[in-house]
């Protein structure tokens, strides 16, 4: 399926390198693009399993126990930094998720998930997915400002 992209809107005005290139927006399409059927293990037995087209899991190595346990999962989207030290850290990171045996009819649907590696997770409705963005880009612009305001 092809996005439409006449109405994407750069909400940064700064070009140029990839650390500092604008930020797009763009409507989400109106229509999910077909299910892929991929193989997969479950409890050691060969299948065939619909996965939604951003199905990043490799359900064979998974090889979950039962049905219900098969979650898919999109790529993930980390958000970095660099300690003052230089090490780099780890904040968290995004990705699509559906657990379609979940007993939450809400995580049935394709969602975003938010995790932090330490214990910290969230479920985001996809029609909160741009209130997301748009308070990380608000964060963005005031460490940006903080950063600037100090030094
Ligand atoms: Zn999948």
């Known amino acids: 399926m092809s996005m439409v992209l006449r109405d994407i809107k750069a909400v940064s005005p700064t070009p140029s390198s990839p650390a500092s290139a604008p930020i797009l927006s763009a409507p989400l399409p109106q229509q999910q693009p077909a299910p892929i059927v991929r193989p997969a293990l479950v409890n050691g037995i060969r299948i065939l399993l619909e996965c939604?087209?951003?199905?990043?899991?490799?359900?064979?190595?998974?090889?979950?126990?039962?049905?219900?346990?098969?979650?898919?999962?999109?790529?993930?989207?980390?958000?970095?930094?660099?300690?003052?030290?230089?090490?780099?850290?780890?904040?968290?990171w995004f990705r699509l998720s559906v657990e379609p045996g979940s007993s939450r009819p809400e995580l049935r649907r394709p969602h975003l998930l938010v995790e932090d590696g330490d214990g910290f997770t969230a479920m985001v409705a996809l029609e909160d997915a741009d209130a997301l963005a748009d308070s990380l880009a608000a964060a963005a612009v005031r460490v940006r400002a903080m950063a600037r305001a100090a030094g």
């Open 52 to 92: 939604p087209s951003w199905c990043i899991t490799d359900h064979v190595a998974a090889n979950e126990r039962h049905l219900a346990d098969v979650d898919h999962s999109g790529e993930m989207v980390d958000v970095t930094m660099t300690d003052v030290d230089g090490t780099p850290q780890l904040l968290g």
